[in-house]
């Protein structure tokens, strides 16, 4: 009698298919995990803090400069009336630094408001960091009155500094006669620069 033999064939395709119905529920999850995170946002994990800066006053300085007290000074005692060819006039002069930072002063220009017989063209100016202040001064610097500056050797003032200044004004010695009984006016203005410190 002939046996019957009964033969199983292992299959693969139950194991497969159990393999992807287990990645396609592990795809869902993670799906559903994605979308619940882009709901609620992902900061729940990461811990913060936060402070402020209170408010702070920032203030600016100041630069300013004075002449004898005044920021516009009359030189009244620089009379050029009593003197002749060869002959000088001084003024004593103070310049003080009044504002909060340190400047660099010197004078920017100077100009000729109004002359009588071309005085102007006969005068020298000297400018001497002295406080003895007499027409025999020397040092300083020297140039024409017309165009005369100091822009190139300024001086430097701390807050609340002064310097003892010198002007002189000479009339030339070969000042033709035509310039007699004459006067000038001018204006020197001076220039205070910041210093960066």
Known sequence: MARHRATTAISSRPRLSAIRALLAVVVVVLIAVVIALAATGTSYALWTSSTSVDASVVSSGSTAVTID???????????????????????PLTLQNTGTTPVAASVATTTIIAQTNALANELAVT???????TPAVTGGM??????????ASPVVLQPGQSMALCLKVTVDLDAPASTQNSSATFRMDVSATQVRS
């Open 69 to 91: 007290g005044s920021t516009t000074h009359d030189l009244a005692s620089l009379d050029l009336s009593t003197i002749g060819p060869g002959q000088s006039v001084a003024a």
């Open 127 to 133: 400018l001497v960091p002295t406080a003895s202040c």
């Open 142 to 151: 020297t140039g024409r009155l017309v165009g005369f500056t100091t822009s």
